[in-house]
């Protein structure tokens, strides 16, 4: 009886090409179900049963990206972990009933795509997403990249720079007219540090409109920077990190600059935080820090106020995208070539 106990225990299945044994299924039912429990005890009831998926369905596909990318069935399992429990991913599905889930998840379904060589499906629904938010702009620039280290072909590009250039004249025309002041938002970017008053009288704050392009510029500088360099992706695991880690860079540089953001900005980057963390385990902190930030943001958002002042919470970003800067230029050889030059 024992004997047979410990085959079933430890016995592998096989279900197509996923493989699994019967301790990693249980664990899986178990966070499924300790996730669902964490989303219904709270006073809006049930909650969407679309966001609900959503979130559920992002959880699998990050993990199917981590499985595909590492070969590795315990980073997979941990990567549905994390996210199913995520103080951030409750918050914006259950208690906001934001539709931020629902763009994760079809960026992660995108990168699937990539990962796949379907580069079109990657660039459709990418586009998809440019033409909805402009909070997605980070996506753009990221291609760029990718379309310099041929990873993306010309006419790729051209479809994405259509939808991100639509998207920003349609921003910008709603802003100019919105009337909006920057205290009504809780994504903490650069204007918890510069100040976030209004120009009274005027229909668009000047301060914020100076930031829509300085994000544009700043994000076309970092571009020019990278396409110096060259890459040295050599395998899947490898490609899928710098694709992530020029996502998690352009996006959080576009929306440390960007006015108008709120605080479902950061649950997407919160998300590629921890798929991030799976294929470079050394860098905890980058997750960790990018967390407490997020976090942070839905915490003002409930509360009215933060667990510390916003810039802190600001500065803490700086640093982040300091540092996912300086190693995209390590990783492009940028400092090398500087070498060579002098």
Same mark, same amino acid.
């Given at each position: 009886?024992?004997?047979?106990?410990?085959?079933?225990?430890?016995?592998?299945?096989?279900?197509?090409?996923?493989?699994?044994?019967?301790?990693?299924?249980?664990?899986?039912?178990?966070?499924?179900?300790?996730?669902?429990?964490?989303?219904?005890?709270?006073?809006?009831?049930?909650?969407?049963?679309?966001?609900?998926?959503?979130?559920?369905?992002?959880?699998?596909?990050?993990?199917?990206?981590?499985?595909?990318?590492?070969?590795?069935?315990?980073?997979?399992?941990?990567?549905?972990?994390?996210?199913?429990?995520?103080?951030?991913?409750?918050?914006?599905?259950?208690?906001?009933?934001?539709?931020?889930?629902?763009?994760?998840?079809?960026?992660?379904?995108?990168?699937?795509?990539?990962?796949?060589?379907?580069?079109?499906?990657?660039?459709?629904?990418?586009?998809?997403?440019?033409?909805?938010?402009?909070?997605?702009?980070?996506?753009?620039?990221?291609?760029?990249?990718?379309?310099?280290?041929?990873?993306?072909?010309?006419?790729?590009?051209?479809?994405?720079?259509?939808?991100?250039?639509?998207?920003?004249?349609?921003?910008?025309?709603?802003?100019?007219?919105?009337?909006?002041?920057?205290?009504?938002?809780?994504?903490?970017?650069?204007?918890?540090?510069?100040?976030?008053?209004?120009?009274? *009288?005027?229909?668009?704050? /000047? @301060? !914020?409109?100076?930031?829509?392009?300085?994000? $544009?510029?700043?994000?076309? +500088?970092? %571009?020019?920077?990278?396409?110096?360099?060259?890459?040295?992706?050599?395998?899947?695991?490898?490609?899928?990190?710098?694709?992530?880690?020029?996502?998690?860079?352009?996006?959080?540089?576009?929306?440390?600059?960007?006015?108008?953001?709120?605080?479902?900005?950061?649950?997407?980057?919160?998300?590629?935080?921890?798929?991030?963390?799976?294929?470079?385990?050394?860098?905890?902190?980058?997750?960790?820090?990018?967390?407490?930030?997020?976090?942070?943001?839905?915490?003002?958002?409930?509360? *009215?106020?933060?667990?510390? /002042? @916003? !810039?802190?919470?600001?500065?803490?970003?700086? $640093?982040?995208?300091?540092? +996912?800067? %300086?190693?995209?230029?390590?990783?492009?050889?940028?400092?090398?070539?500087?070498?060579?030059?002098?």
């Amino acid at each position: 009886m024992d004997d047979k106990l410990r085959e079933l225990l430890f016995k592998e299945f096989h279900i197509k090409s996923c493989r699994f044994d019967f301790l990693e299924a249980l664990l899986f039912i178990c966070i499924t179900g300790v996730g669902y429990l964490l989303r219904t005890p709270f006073e809006a009831g049930i909650p969407s049963w679309i966001f609900l998926l959503a979130e559920w369905y992002t959880a699998l596909a990050a993990a199917v990206l981590i499985r595909r990318a590492t070969k590795s069935r315990k980073r997979a399992l941990g990567t549905y972990a994390i996210l199913m429990i995520l103080p951030t991913t409750v918050a914006e599905g259950t208690i906001l009933r934001g539709n931020g889930c629902v763009g994760a998840l079809l960026l992660i379904c995108a990168l699937l795509f990539l990962q796949q060589k379907k580069r079109w499906l990657f660039v459709l629904i990418s586009a998809l997403l440019l033409l909805w938010s402009v909070k997605y702009i980070g996506i753009l620039f990221a291609c760029m990249v990718l379309w310099q280290r041929e990873r993306l072909k010309s006419e790729h590009l051209l479809v994405l720079l259509l939808a991100g250039g639509a998207r920003f004249m349609a921003a910008y025309h709603a802003w100019l007219g919105a009337g909006y002041t920057l205290d009504t938002f809780h994504w903490f970017n650069i204007y918890e540090i510069v100040g976030k008053e209004a120009v009274q *009288g005027q229909l668009i704050d /000047p @301060g !914020a409109l100076v930031g829509l392009f300085l994000a $544009l510029g700043g994000a076309a +500088l970092a %571009v020019y920077v990278c396409s110096l360099g060259k890459s040295c992706e050599t395998d899947a695991s490898n490609e899928m990190y710098a694709c992530l880690h020029l996502l998690l860079f352009f996006g959080l540089l576009a929306g440390y600059l960007l006015p108008y953001m709120d605080q479902s900005y950061g649950y997407l980057y919160g998300i590629l935080g921890v798929l991030y963390f799976m294929l470079s385990v050394k860098e905890f902190f980058v997750p960790m820090l990018l967390q407490i930030v997020v976090y942070g943001g839905y915490q003002e958002c409930f509360n *009215g106020v933060s667990m510390m /002042p @916003g !810039a802190v919470f600001a500065a803490i970003q700086f $640093l982040l995208i300091l540092w +996912l800067g %300086v190693r995209l230029l390590q990783e492009a050889k940028i400092f090398d070539l500087c070498r060579q030059k002098s």
